[in-house]
């Protein structure tokens, strides 16, 4: 009778364990009902963007214009959209790798980003093998989009900006010689330096109106050799693309040194940092910009410019523009589309025309590029100061 008791004990017990496996199956289960509920009830967006590194200082801002225009169109086709942030950290294969998890294990509609030409050209490839539409804030260099179906841009493209600095240095400026300085490890940097030059060229309609084309890498610090060499030239412009950290240091070394003639770069020159780092030395220096709000005029300027000053209690950025237009082009393809399929999302991305956006009125082309205007910019006082409007060509 003991050993039967001593049966019945293990018996029960069992039992009794088998019951607690089973609610414990039940919670695991109804969890995984919840997750599918809410899955089936947000539509999943990913951004990756370069939270920290050295283009940290755009790819923050440009974080922002998305974040808030989420915050004011939280929903497409009657579900909420979640966005799913990731840090790139201003690396190509951290770039690859953040686009990889975002389609494979995010299982995300649609991306956006990212800022800096040459992180998103590292993501491209494995955008368009994925077949997952992707829309650039402001990556301007050419091979973004080329021969990628899946990658479009709002911001306008490298030709049209080297054009726009380099028509205005000779014909505003009444420059007719000049000097480029580089960073040789950025597509963004190398691109715009060729386009600019080929329209510095036409524009002067001298062949011999470069005096010289120098390199530097990202996160040099000592630009002196350079410099020297072009204070011994008859340059009477400098053209410095590059990101607003290095870009900053040269200007301030060549002003050290008494080189005075004027600075011209592009839109990475727009990044508060860029001033703070560069202080009084980057006075009146000229770059190429996206938007300023003395330039545009719909209704989604008025409403981002309000918006955007209440959340932040700063000086509206046009990278923060970008992000602000980024985000609504794709919700107004998602809507379109009628679905949140990627393929059907694609092709309404790539019938976008005549939006209005906050940057102003956004029309995409075959091969998936804005066609913008562009504006000047100038660095006075300490901030920046509009200076002109070009169309688009």
């Not at 991306?111 to 050209?121: D, K, Q």
């Not at 804030?137 to 054009?163: E, H, K, L, W």
């Not at 510095?200 to 040099?220: A, C, L, N, R």
Request: with cysteine; charged share 25%.
């Amino acid at each position: 009778m003991r050993y039967m008791g001593i049966i019945l004990s293990l018996i029960l017990a069992g039992v009794i364990c088998m019951g607690c496996i089973g609610s414990v199956q039940v919670i695991r289960s109804n969890e995984r009902i919840e997750d599918r509920i809410q899955e089936e009830e947000t539509i999943r967006l990913g951004v990756f963007q370069p939270l920290t590194g050295a283009a940290a200082a755009g790819g923050k801002i440009t974080l922002e214009g998305i974040q808030l225009a989420n915050q004011l169109f939280p929903e497409v086709l009657g579900k909420k959209i979640e966005l799913v942030v990731i840090d790139n950290q201003s690396d190509r294969t951290e770039a690859a790798n953040a686009v990889t998890k975002l389609i494979r294990e995010e299982k995300v509609k649609a991306i956006i980003g990212s800022y800096g030409s040459s992180l998103s050209i590292a993501a491209g490839e494995i955008i368009k093998k994925e077949k997952i539409p992707t829309i650039g804030c402001s990556p301007t260099n050419p091979i973004v989009t080329m021969n990628n179906d899946y990658y479009f841009r709002v911001c306008f493209a490298d030709p049209f900006q080297g054009t726009v600095i380099a028509n205005y240095a000779v014909r505003d400026l009444g420059v007719q010689r000049a000097a480029i300085i580089q960073d040789e490890v950025q597509e963004y940097s190398l691109g715009l330096s060729r386009y600019f030059m080929e329209a510095f060229q036409e524009s002067t309609g001298d062949p011999d109106s470069i005096q010289g084309v120098y390199s530097y890498h990202s996160g040099q610090k000592d630009f002196s050799a350079i410099l020297r060499e072009i204070k011994q030239s008859s340059a009477d412009v400098i053209f410095a693309p590059g990101n607003h950290m290095e870009s900053a240091l040269l200007i301030k070394q060549a002003r050290e040194m008494g080189i005075q003639i004027p600075f011209c770069g592009g839109d990475t020159w727009e990044t508060p940092d860029f001033r703070e780092i560069g202080g009084d030395a980057v006075e009146g220096v000229i770059f190429s910009s996206h938007f300023s709000k003395e330039a545009q005029v719909t209704n989604l300027t008025q409403l981002f410019l309000k918006e955007y000053e209440k959340k932040h209690q700063q000086e509206v950025n046009a990278f923060g523009a970008l992000g602000f237009d980024a985000y609504l082009v794709l919700l107004d393809a998602i809507k379109r589309a009628g679905v949140e399929d990627p393929e059907k999302i694609r092709t309404a991305l790539s019938d976008t025309e005549n939006f209005e956006g906050a940057t102003g009125k956004i029309t995409l082309d075959n091969n998936g590029d804005a066609q913008k205007s562009a504006v000047i910019m100038k660095v006075e006082n300490k901030k920046l100061s509009y200076v002109t409007f070009v169309e688009a060509e």
